[in-house]
Structure formats: C-alpha cells, structure tokens
C-alpha cells in the first residue's frame, strides 16, 4: 500500500488532503514539519498533534532540516512518538547517532528510517529498521541488495521501503 507524502505549511491544509488520500488507498502519511518559517518547538509540535488528532492513520514524521529548515529534536520526536497515530521517523539529517538513542527509550516498536540513502548502511547497523529511500524508487534493487549485505552482516531482517512498496528480506 501507499503514503501519503505531504509538504504543506499548515497542518490544516494537510488534514483537509488526507482523508483524500486515504480514500485512495494510502495507508500511512509521511509528515513534514512546517518549513521555512524556522518554527519553535512548540510550533512543530502543535502542528504534528493537530494532525494526528485529525486523521485515524499512521504518520511517520519526516525530519529533512535541510530542506525545511526545522530539526525535530530528540525530545520533540519522544513527545510526539507518545501519540497512537505516530509510529516512526524518517531521518534525513545525516546524524546517525540519534537512532541508538531513540531506540533506548522508545524501544522496537516506534520504527526509524534513514532518509539519507549514503547514510543507510550505517543507520540499519546502528539499529535503524531500513531506509525511506530516495534513489532506491529509481534503483530499488541495487538499492535492496546494498541493505540485505547489512542484513547479512547483521543476521536481521531488514525493511526497505521505496516506491510505495514494502520489502522484507532475511
């Protein structure tokens, strides 16, 4: 099944749109922060709780500050994860070393992505479940065998998400 990418600046215009999305067949939505108004905490986290009290379906936050200009701290994304409706995090600040941290008290159960296909590798070893991958939709199965040779590594499943579609490889 389908996500439902969003990029707007408002969480109400992006609630309005989902429910459209949904309608067509999306079963998660892949949310950014408000960007380029280099939002306050607060900010974000009004924007992230007013659309997951609107909607009855998964989000993955989706933390780019390169291109929105916001960084969903630690302790933002903790706050947020605490919400039913928020399962996981798309990572694609480069900073691998926030997975470990993230894991420990969020445990399994709240999935974290890599967002930076160069970074992948090391994300999954540092105990990322995959990558949301950028240029695996293009060359989704170069893109596969790159993360089963961690898989390998690892001895672990490892989930690849691109082109709307989920792979699992042993």
């Known amino acids: 099944s389908a996500h439902a990418p969003t990029a707007t600046q408002g969480g109400a ?19 950014l922060p408000p960007y380029f108004e280099g939002p306050f905490e607060r900010g974000v986290m009004f924007h992230y709780e007013k ?11 989706y933390n780019v ?12 994304t903790v706050e947020l994860a605490r919400h039913p409706n928020v399962v996981g995090l798309k990572d694609a600040t480069g900073a691998n ?50 993360l089963f040779s ?6 672990e499943p490892v989930q690849v998400v691109g082109a709307g579609e989920r792979q699992y490889r042993q």
């Open 13 to 31: 215009r992006e609630a309005a749109a989902l429910p459209a999305s949904v309608a067509m067949g999306a079963s998660a939505a892949m949310v």
């Open 51 to 61: 659309l997951a009290q609107a909607i009855d379906l998964p989000i993955v936050l």
């Open 65 to 76: 500050p390169g291109r929105t200009g916001c960084d969903l701290s630690l302790e933002t």
């Open 97 to 146: 070393d926030r997975v470990g941290p993230l894991r420990t008290i969020l445990g399994d159960g709240f999935r974290q992505y890599s967002g930076e296909d160069a970074m992948a590798r090391e994300y999954v070893l540092k105990g990322g479940d995959g990558c949301i991958s950028n240029t695996g939709t293009l060359g989704l199965v170069v893109f596969i065998m790159f």
């Open 150 to 155: 961690v898989a390998v590594q690892m001895a």
